[in-house]
Structure formats: structure tokens, C-alpha cells
């Protein structure tokens, strides 16, 4: 009797599985082949290095100036007032010409004062004719004294009518200097060259020396400017001006007004105030400056320029080279491996497009003026030397 062997259903399941996987398995390296592997990423080329515009520093002849805010001031300035009352006679100007000193420019009616003259004048011829009778007769009594003919008690009366006399004598040339003094003050006259003003009064008005200014004279040419100066910027330019021998650089006062324009005629300093104001710790300086056209005025403000006579070869670069945070003034600069150098440096005034440098660069540094914004100090640069621009 035969006997059979019956396998688990299990184990054909599990066997099944198997030969599945392994068909699978063959198919996919036949279609597929191996599988690979995840590709790597390329590495990126190299930037290049940014490109930036510079320009040499340079020595430039120019001369150091300074600027302040002046005000214009006449050299010479006159109220003009009546000295003696009266109606006004006349008026001999027309408001802002020109005159000469000695002009007439106002008549006060003089009759009264002529008459006065003439009666001080009169005053005199009596006075003078009464010390000649007292002389006479203090004369006589002395005489007659000497050979006692009189007693001294005569004498001694003439001699006090003889004082009596001449003081009256004195009197009277005073009054009469008196009334002469206030006849020629009847006439107002210029006491300056300059331009006159309008006029208080009209002719027909009574006037006298409580009436105020009648018209006021200011001198035009030469003027005055005057502009205060800070001690410490006092003692900048004084420390400019010093030359290498221990003497001073000799300066101009230049002057341009409000629209711009500069005043073609160079003033000469005369003047720095001896007192330093405590308020603002500055002083005075005063300059005069021809005025043959008559362009400045009394009382305008105007910038005034302290510039050296002569010119001087001193560093520049673009002003657009400069730059400034909280440390004060930089430039970048390309050094010899055209690599990016920040430098402090220190400066005078504006040249036009330039400015002077005093420390900090020296003569063929090449100053970055295109491109600062897209560079920082120790970045490798490609650089291109821009031609030098004028600023005339």
C-alpha cells in the first residue's frame, strides 16, 4: 500500500515567493542594466574680479583759501543834523547821488542870523570904544598920580573901569564868534565824499537839532568788510600761511555775493579785533576792498575768501573719491597687489571737483572714484586708471 507524502501548503506559498523574486530580479538587470549612481555637482568657476575706476593722486599748484560770512561797512559814515534852528530854505540834491565834501546839500534860513552877526559886530565897535576912553583915562591918573596931582584911589578906580573894559571887549569878539558860527551853520554841507540818502525834512520845515538826521552820507569807495573768525580757525590759517623760512604767506580778502559772483577787486586785511567775544569765542577781522563800481553796499552781506597771493603744489583728489562715517574722512585706495586699502585722511578746502588732501595719501596712490560701492578693503581688483579731469 503506497504512501503519500503530502507537503504543507505553507512551503509552496513560500517557495512561490521566492521564484517570483528572483524572475523580477533578473528582468530588471536585463531591461535596466546596473543601477547608478546619484550624479555630484559640479564645482562653480571662479568670479572675477570686480573692475573699478581710480585716479592718481596729484600735486596741483593752488592757493589755500578760507570762508566766512561777512557783512559789508561804509569806511566812512555821516549822520547829517541841523546845529541851529530854522525854517528850511532849500534842499541842493536829488536823494542817492553822489557829492563831494564841501557841497551844499541843505540851506536853513540865515536873516536872523546875519542880523545877529551885525549887531555882535556892533556890540564890539562900542565895547572896543569904551576900553579906549578907560584907557585913556587910567593913562592920565596915573600921570597925575606920579606927581601927586591925584590921589591913588583914582587911579585904582580907573584901573578896575580899564579891566572892566577889555572884558567887555572879550565879550563881545566872543558873541560876535558865537553869532558867525551859527550863521555858517545856517548851511549844511557834506563832510565826506559819498552817496547821500533821502531826506528827512522838506524845504518850508522848521528844523533844529532835536529834529533827528536829516540825511545820512556813506562813503562808497574804498568799503570795509568784516567777518568774524572762530580762535581755532584763526590759528588754522595762521598755521597755512607759515612758510618753511619762518615768515607768513601773504593773503588777499576776496569777496563773492549772494547771487554767486565774485568781486573782481582783491581787498588787503588791516584789522584783527584785539578782544575775543567770551559768547562765541571768535573775533572781528576787517579787510578793505575797492568798491570803484559801486557793487557793495553798506550793510550787505557777502562771503569773504582768505586766499594766499601765491600758489603752492599741494595734494589732490576728486571730492567724489572722498568718503565718511563716524570716524572721519577715508578714500579706498588700489595698493600694489590691486588689492582694496581703506585710508583716514585729512583735508583743506575745495578745488573746484577737487580736494586738497593734507595727510594720508601720498603723490601717485591711485584713489578709487567709480565703482566704491561694489568693493571693500582687502578685495582683489581689476582696476583702470581714469585720465584726470579739469576743473577749469
Same mark, same amino acid.
Not at 562808497?220 to 598755521?239: A, G, K, M, N
Given at each position: 500500500?503506497?504512501?503519500?507524502?503530502?507537503?504543507?501548503?505553507?512551503?509552496?506559498?513560500?517557495?512561490?515567493?521566492?521564484?517570483?523574486?528572483?524572475?523580477?530580479?533578473?528582468?530588471?538587470?536585463?531591461?535596466?542594466?546596473?543601477?547608478?549612481?546619484?550624479?555630484?555637482?559640479?564645482?562653480?568657476?571662479?568670479?572675477?574680479?570686480?573692475?573699478?575706476?581710480?585716479?592718481?593722486?596729484?600735486?596741483?599748484?593752488?592757493?589755500?583759501?578760507?570762508?566766512?560770512?561777512?557783512?559789508?561797512?561804509?569806511?566812512?559814515?555821516?549822520?547829517?543834523?541841523?546845529?541851529?534852528?530854522?525854517?528850511?530854505?532849500?534842499?541842493?540834491?536829488?536823494?542817492?547821488?553822489?557829492?563831494?565834501?564841501?557841497?551844499?546839500?541843505?540851506?536853513?534860513?540865515?536873516?536872523?542870523?546875519?542880523?545877529?552877526?551885525?549887531?555882535?559886530?556892533?556890540?564890539?565897535?562900542?565895547?572896543?570904544?569904551?576900553?579906549?576912553?578907560?584907557?585913556?583915562?587910567?593913562?592920565?591918573?596915573?600921570?597925575?598920580?606920579?606927581?601927586?596931582?591925584?590921589?591913588?584911589?583914582?587911579?585904582?578906580?580907573?584901573?578896575?573901569?580899564?579891566?572892566?573894559?577889555?572884558?567887555?571887549?572879550?565879550?563881545?569878539?566872543?558873541?560876535?564868534?558865537?553869532?558867525?558860527?551859527?550863521?555858517?551853520?545856517?548851511?549844511?554841507?557834506?563832510?565826506?565824499?559819498?552817496?547821500?540818502?533821502?531826506?528827512?525834512?522838506?524845504?518850508?520845515?522848521?528844523?533844529?537839532?532835536?529834529?533827528?538826521?536829516?540825511?545820512?552820507?556813506?562813503?562808497?569807495?574804498?568799503?570795509?568788510?568784516?567777518?568774524? =573768525?572762530? &580762535?581755532? /580757525?584763526?590759528?588754522?590759517?595762521? !598755521?597755512? @600761511? $607759515?612758510?618753511?623760512? %619762518?615768515?607768513?604767506?601773504? +593773503? #588777499?580778502?576776496?569777496?563773492?555775493?549772494?547771487?554767486?559772483?565774485?568781486?573782481?577787486?582783491?581787498?588787503?586785511?588791516?584789522?584783527?579785533?584785539?578782544?575775543?567775544?567770551?559768547?562765541?569765542?571768535?573775533?572781528?577781522?576787517?579787510?578793505?576792498?575797492?568798491?570803484?563800481?559801486?557793487?557793495?553796499?553798506?550793510?550787505?552781506?557777502?562771503?569773504?575768501?582768505?586766499?594766499?597771493?601765491?600758489?603752492?603744489?599741494?595734494?589732490?583728489?576728486?571730492?567724489?573719491?572722498?568718503?565718511?562715517?563716524?570716524?572721519?574722512?577715508? =578714500?579706498? &585706495?588700489? /595698493?600694489?597687489?590691486?588689492?582694496? !586699502?581703506? @585710508? $583716514?585722511?585729512?583735508? %583743506?578746502?575745495?578745488?573746484? +571737483? #577737487?580736494?586738497?588732501?593734507?595727510?594720508?595719501?601720498?603723490?601717485?596712490?591711485?584713489?578709487?572714484?567709480?565703482?566704491?560701492?561694489?568693493?571693500?578693503?582687502?578685495?582683489?581688483?581689476?582696476?583702470?586708471?581714469?585720465?584726470?579731469?579739469?576743473?577749469?
Amino acid at each position: 500500500m503506497a504512501v503519500s507524502h503530502a507537503v504543507p501548503r505553507s512551503r509552496w506559498i513560500a517557495a512561490a515567493a521566492v521564484v517570483v523574486l528572483a524572475i523580477a530580479g533578473a528582468a530588471g538587470w536585463f531591461l535596466f542594466g546596473q543601477p547608478s549612481r546619484a550624479p555630484q555637482a559640479a564645482a562653480a568657476p571662479p568670479l572675477p574680479a570686480p573692475g573699478v575706476g581710480v585716479r592718481l593722486a596729484a600735486l596741483k599748484g593752488v592757493s589755500q583759501s578760507f570762508e566766512f560770512v561777512g557783512r559789508i561797512k561804509a569806511v566812512e559814515k555821516v549822520e547829517l543834523r541841523a546845529r541851529v534852528e530854522g525854517f528850511l530854505d532849500k534842499v541842493l540834491f536829488r536823494e542817492g547821488q553822489d557829492v563831494k565834501a564841501g557841497d551844499l546839500v541843505y540851506q536853513i534860513e540865515p536873516v536872523q542870523f546875519r542880523a545877529a552877526v551885525d549887531q555882535a559886530k556892533a556890540n564890539l565897535i562900542i565895547a572896543e570904544a569904551a576900553l579906549t576912553n578907560a584907557r585913556l583915562e587910567y593913562d592920565r591918573s596915573v600921570e597925575l598920580s606920579k606927581r601927586q596931582f591925584s590921589p591913588q584911589s583914582t587911579v585904582d578906580q580907573n584901573k578896575a573901569a580899564l579891566d572892566t573894559a577889555t572884558g567887555r571887549v572879550m565879550q563881545a569878539k566872543a558873541a560876535l564868534t558865537q553869532a558867525e558860527v551859527n550863521l555858517d551853520y545856517t548851511s549844511i554841507r557834506a563832510p565826506i565824499d559819498g552817496r547821500i540818502g533821502r531826506t528827512a525834512f522838506t524845504v518850508g520845515n522848521l528844523v533844529n537839532p532835536a529834529s533827528g538826521v536829516l540825511a545820512t552820507i556813506v562813503s562808497q569807495d574804498p568799503v570795509y568788510v568784516l567777518f568774524p =573768525v572762530s &580762535v581755532r /580757525d584763526l590759528e588754522t590759517i595762521r !598755521e597755512a @600761511r $607759515r612758510k618753511e623760512g %619762518g615768515g607768513l604767506a601773504k +593773503i #588777499d580778502i576776496w569777496l563773492r555775493t549772494s547771487n554767486g559772483h565774485e568781486h573782481g577787486q582783491p581787498g588787503t586785511w588791516n584789522l584783527t579785533d584785539p578782544q575775543v567775544d567770551p559768547l562765541t569765542d571768535s573775533l572781528i577781522m576787517r579787510a578793505t576792498v575797492p568798491n570803484p563800481d559801486r557793487a557793495l553796499s553798506d550793510g550787505q552781506f557777502v562771503t569773504a575768501i582768505i586766499r594766499e597771493r601765491q600758489e603752492a603744489p599741494r595734494l589732490v583728489v576728486p571730492q567724489v573719491a572722498l568718503q565718511v562715517d563716524q570716524s572721519g574722512y577715508y =578714500v579706498l &585706495v588700489v /595698493d600694489g597687489q590691486h588689492r582694496i !586699502e581703506q @585710508r $583716514r585722511v585729512q583735508t %583743506g578746502p575745495n578745488r573746484g +571737483i #577737487d580736494v586738497i588732501v593734507t595727510s594720508g595719501l601720498k603723490e601717485g596712490d591711485k584713489v578709487v572714484v567709480d565703482g566704491i560701492q561694489k568693493v571693500r578693503p582687502g578685495q582683489v581688483v581689476q582696476e583702470t586708471v581714469l585720465p584726470a579731469v579739469s576743473d577749469g
